[in-house]
Nanobody, 127 residues
Framework: QVQLVESGGGLVQAGGSLRLSCVAS????????MGWFRQAPGKEREFVAA????????YYTESVKGRVTISRDNAKNTVYLQMDSLKPEDTAVYYC????????????????????WGQGTQVTVSS
């Protein structure tokens, strides 16, 4: 199995930046893609970004394009989420997730497609 641990969350002012990290351990060689999701208070969890391990193909939800960059370091089994120009509406618990088997790119934005989840890290953006 794959275990995921997120870090890097915190409190930041609007316009600031944060970089989230997700370290994967266990059977990481069998993982096809990694995703970041977030859940704001009172809202459903939503897709933020995803990346495939082998090719590094990236996918983003429209609301974060141009402000968020997902990347991975295969040697460190780590996926990053660089978030710039943060807005108060970015406030949420951010979750890292692993997709074990291959899927069409459109599935990488779907929460139910992922097999393993981290515990989440809180991001709070003050206005």
């Amino acid at each position: 199995q794959v275990q995921l641990v997120e870090s890097g969350g915190g409190l930041v002012q609007a316009g600031g930046s944060l970089r989230l990290s997700c370290v994967a351990s266990g059977r990481t060689f069998s993982t096809y893609a990694m995703g970041w999701f977030r859940q704001a208070p009172g809202k459903e969890r939503e897709f933020v970004a995803a990346i495939t391990w082998s090719h590094g193909s990236t996918y983003y939800t429209e609301s974060v394009k141009g402000r968020v960059t997902i990347s991975r370091d295969n040697a460190k089994n780590t996926v990053y989420l660089q978030m710039d120009s943060l807005k108060p509406e970015d406030t949420a618990v951010y979750y890292c997730a692993a997709k074990i088997s291959w899927a069409e790119s459109r599935r990488l934005g779907v929460e139910s497609a992922y097999d393993r989840w981290g515990q989440g890290t809180q991001v709070t953006v003050s206005s």
